[in-house]
Nanobody, 121 residues
Framework: QVQLVESGGGLVQAGGSLRLSCAAS????????MGWYRQVSGKQRELVAE???????NYADPVKGRFTISRDNAKNTVYLQMNSLKPEDTAVYYC???????????????WGQGTQVTVSS
């Protein structure tokens, strides 16, 4: 019933920038935490950045100072601005949104389908 649509991935050179977006649609009572994760083939999915309803953010050490997460509550959208990209940032990036579908529902974490980010040397 709820779907997440990701966009913004692609191929960039080292030092370049990309802006990812993830929009939630469908019947949603409320949205709580929103975040971005990334996964390299053969490795565990790891947190990149997250933001709560109050706008408080948390970043993984490798991206601090380079990436910025933000959200637009009116549009049910979370963004990830990625600057000064490095080859080690290459991964599939997934958004995660914690939603409450109805007033009486428990919170549920939903994943986007992922978008490939490739940074060349």
């Amino acid at each position: 019933q709820v779907q997440l649509v990701e966009s913004g991935g692609g191929l960039v050179q080292a030092g370049g920038s990309l802006r990812l977006s993830c929009a939630a649609s469908g019947i949603i009572f409320s949205i709580h935490e929103m975040g971005w994760y990334r996964q390299v083939s053969g490795k565990q999915r790891e947190l990149v950045a997250e933001v709560n309803r109050g706008g408080n953010t948390n970043y993984a050490d490798p991206v601090k100072g380079r990436f910025t997460i933000s959200r637009d509550n009116a549009k049910n959208t979370v963004y990830l601005q990625m600057n000064s990209l490095k080859p080690e940032d290459t991964a599939v990036y997934y958004c995660n949104v914690v939603v409450q579908k109805t007033k009486w529902s428990s919170q549920l974490g939903l994943w986007g389908q992922g978008t490939q980010v490739t940074v060349s040397s």
